[in-house]
Structures are given as C-alpha cells and as structure tokens.
C-alpha cells in the first residue's frame, strides 16, 4: 500500500511534535519524530511511504497535493495537536477532495485525548488513531491491502475511533503498549532516507542536531504533562543499551557534520543505573565523541552526571516550573526547591549546562508566587532559560480540573496561540488572568536574560567555547527581536474570548 505520513501545513516552523506546540521565539523547530518511527514501522511492514514535514520545507496544502500526482496515495497518516487541529482537519478534507478513495487517519496527543470530538469535526476523516500508533497503523495497512473498509473491518482494530455505515461514531478498546521497543527501527534511519535535517533546531542544542528517544513513557504524574498521559503512560519502557549505542553509531556515520543527538525521553535519567550504564557502553564503544543532551528531572546525583558527561553528555533539559515549594507539591512535580539547588550546582561542577523550563499559572500561582519563580530562576541560573505561561491540553489531570472549576476561558483550541503562532494561555483563575500570565513571561525573559552578568557570561562562553557560539547565535538573532519588544498581546485581548 501506498502511504503518505504528512506532517500538514499550518504556520512557518510550527512544532507539532513539542509537548507545548507553537511557533517559538528562539527559532526552535522539531523533528515529526512520533511520526516518522511510524513510518519506519509501516516500511518495515512491507509498505511505500512519502514522508511531508510541510512546516520544515515550507510548503502549502496545494504544493503537497501537487507532489502526490505520481504517488497517488492510498492511505494517508496526519499529524496533528491540539492549537492545530481545525486546520488538521481541513488539510484532511482537502487531500480527500482530490483523491476521494484515500484514507484518512489522524494521530497524536489531542486526537489520542478526543477521538470522538475529532471525527465529530468531518465526516471526511476516516479514523482517529489514539494512544501510541505504530502497531494500530500497520494493522489499518495491512487490512486495507486486501479488504474494502467495512464496519467489520474497523470494529476489530484497537486504538481506532471510526464512523459506521450507520453514521454513529464508535471507540474502539484501546491498544496495549509495545513492550519491545527495540522491535521499532531507528528514527534516525526515517530521518536519513526521508529528510534534510538541516531546518530542525532547538535553542539550547548545537546545530545541526538530531533527535531520538531511547524510551517510552513517564512513571511520575505531573498534572500537565500530556505525553504520557495521551500516548505513552506512566510506566518507562526501555530500548535495549545495545541498540541505542548502534544507533548513536550509525548517527556518527551517517549524518556528517552533526553536532548533537538530543534524546527527548520525557525523562531519561528517571533510571539512572541505566544512564551510567549508557554512558560507560558510549565510552566503549566511542559512541561519546558526539555530544548529546536529554530531558531530566533536578534530582540527578553528581556521580551519574560526572560519568555521563565522560560519555559526551552536554546538556539537560529540566521542568523547574516554579519557585514555591506549595505549587511544586500542587502538581505532583515530586520536587524540593533544596534538591533543585543541589542539582544544579552538581550539573555546573560535573560540566553539564541546564536549560530551565518555568510554567506559571500552576494550581496555586498568585502575583506573589510569579515574583519568587523570577527570583529563584535567577539564583539557580541555568544557561539558558525559558518563561512560558500554563498550557493545558486535553487528555491531561490540569485539563479537567481548570475546566470544572471553570477556568479555562475558551474552547476554541485556536486560541492556545497567538496570531503570530506563539504560547498564549487560555487559563484564568480569579486572582490571574491570561494576559498578566502572558505578560510576565515577557518580562521575565527580559529581566533573566538582559543582566549584565548573564550576557558577559555568554560572550565569555562563546570565546573559551567557540562550538557553543554558533548555537547562541543562532538563537539569539531570533530571540532577542523579542526581548526588546513590548508585551506580544494575544489574539483575544482586543476582545472577550467566547466559546
């Protein structure tokens, strides 16, 4: 079967695969990942696969229909999120309206958190894949290589929501989770046969870079977090060391030029006898001459770090969220501002920078709170930094809970951006409204990144560590446009924000 895996159009450098999808102000742009390991699983099962990053490539819905003339694509797999989603539909509506025997199958965290409001959307979309999607995908192939779609056909495919012939939606149970994750090929080998690495950047991440996972799944439950509540769960399942060493060696081999391996693991060093096992299987197998950097809690013990530095571990990427331990606790983070402190000065001394994440309007935040979370960013002082206000997705504990107490001003999922396709935020509790969210963050961003200490830092930085002056550059040219911007105002604050 011929299948198209597109990532459709939407807005310039739009990061559907980011747990927080959105255009963003340092230029930031990442891999379909999710969507090309489905790719490599449905070319391992036999079947033809063009790949379409739109929003990498820069292309419109007509340019991508315009590409698949000669392909004329049987089946086709959108990506989707939740900001997205209308125009996701759409794209749908579209490929179906030039090929009318196409079938369409939409995946990712907002249709794994709303089959069924999702098919309501059109009656053009043929399913709606939830949870994790690479076994439901190549079952739907398979399938559909020698049978017509049916109501028997579909009934029986786990992790499917579909339309019957009677117009009623139906849920399918869900599908378990793939227990062998080494039984997937290796993104990085989707990557180098479908696509130019060259647009996907991240701004804490040398460039060009590429991005993999070595596991599924989060076994902590904060209240906001969606991938593993929408797709992966709650239990961390594991590719073996063997494979994710190979496949740090064929990265060194086959992508020259790359500067870092970003392993985007909702938390990789949650076991972190595995990460000192990695780290001394890299070293052995010169696999650590690449530098790389991963998603980790601020509990990490200095010994591990010191060893995965050894191994070429350049950076973590760590959800800090708050600066008062009540909202910490508030949701579920299983944090301590003390042991925040500790890890990142363990971090500087074993030689690994920290990017920070701070999220406000948590459970709790008041104008009191914001100004601690400010000061604390600055006390702990991570290399680099970012302010973002409170987005709360379907599927997530934070979803339900802001929605029963009435908090979430809009469900136009359009309104979780700005018009320019930035983070914008839909929640407001009585003491703070969106905009003061919105707003703080800018300052924020400001009063972090415009001390004059921090930026003599950075120029020293880029001087004793010329490998690093290229990634500040690059970052830095698109960011600081909007550092020196007044407050970008949200699209609704010109008017009320109406469902």
């Not at 939407?10 to 489905?38: D, H, I, N, Q």
């Not at 392993?263 to 530098?291: F, N, S, W, Y």
Request: hydrophobic share 40%; charged share 25%; glycine share 6%.
């Amino acid at each position: 079967m011929k299948i198209l895996a597109l990532n459709p159009p939407f807005l310039p450098k739009y990061s559907r695969e980011s747990r927080s999808p959105a255009v963003t102000k340092s230029g930031t742009l990442y891999f379909p990942m999710w969507l090309c390991y489905a790719v490599g699983y449905l070319e391992k099962g036999g079947h033809e696969v063009r790949l379409i990053d739109a929003p990498a490539v820069g292309i419109s819905v007509e340019q991508v229909i315009e590409s698949l003339h000669d392909f004329k694509p049987d089946m086709a797999v959108l990506n989707t999120s939740t900001p997205s989603i209308y125009n996701d539909v759409e794209v749908g509506e579209a490929l179906k309206k030039v090929f009318p025997d196409i079938f369409v199958a939409l995946v990712g965290t907002h249709v794994s958190a709303l089959p069924v409001e999702t098919l309501e959307l059109s009656t053009q979309i043929d399913v709606a894949v939830f949870g994790e999607y690479e076994e439901t995908l190549l079952e739907l192939a398979d399938k559909l290589t020698s049978d017509p779609i049916s109501d028997e056909l579909l009934s029986g495919v786990r992790g499917i929501a579909y339309r019957n012939n009677s117009g009623a939606i139906e849920r399918n149970e869900a599908r378990p989770f793939i227990e062998d994750l080494d039984i997937i090929p290796p993104v990085s080998q989707v990557y180098h046969r479908h696509l130019d690495i060259s647009p996907y950047f991240y701004g804490h991440s040398r460039h060009p870079l590429v991005v993999i996972v070595t596991g599924r799944g989060c076994p902590f439950h904060c209240t906001y977090c969606v991938l593993p509540q929408t797709m992966h769960g709650h239990r961390y399942r594991k590719r073996s060391i063997e494979s994710i060493v190979q496949e740090f060696l064929y990265i060194r081999d086959n992508f020259p030029g790359v500067q870092e391996i970003m392993i985007e693991d909702d938390t990789l060093t949650v076991d972190r006898k595995r990460c000192r096992q990695l780290a001394e299987m890299l070293i052995a197998a010169g696999g650590h001459k690449i530098p790389w950097s991963a998603n980790s809690r601020a509990d990490v013990d200095y010994e591990t770090m010191h060893l995965m530095r050894k191994a070429g571990c350049r950076l973590f990427c760590v959800g800090f969220e708050s600066g008062e331990q009540e909202i910490l606790d508030n949701i579920q983070k299983g944090l301590t501002l003390d042991k925040v402190a500790v890890f990142t000065r363990d971090a500087k001394r074993a030689g690994i920078m920290v990017h920070g994440c701070f999220m406000v309007g948590n459970r709790g935040e008041t104008r009191e709170t914001l100004e601690k979370t400010l000061r604390f960013a600055k006390e702990i002082n991570p290399d680099t930094a970012q302010f973002y206000p409170i987005m709360v997705y379907p599927g997530t504990s934070d979803y339900r809970w802001l929605d029963e107490k009435g908090w979430i001003v809009s469900h136009d999922f359009r309104k979780w951006l700005t018009e320019d396709g930035l983070h914008s935020s839909v929640v407001s509790n009585p003491d703070l409204a969106y905009e003061e969210l919105v707003a703080f963050c800018d300052r924020a961003r400001r009063s972090f990144y415009l001390r004059p200490t921090y930026m003599f830092a950075k120029v020293k930085q880029m001087f004793v560590h010329p490998k690093e002056a290229k990634r500040i550059a690059k970052a830095g040219l698109t960011f600081f446009k909007y550092l020196l911007q007044p407050s970008i105002k949200t699209k609704a604050n010109a008017k009320t924000q109406e469902d």
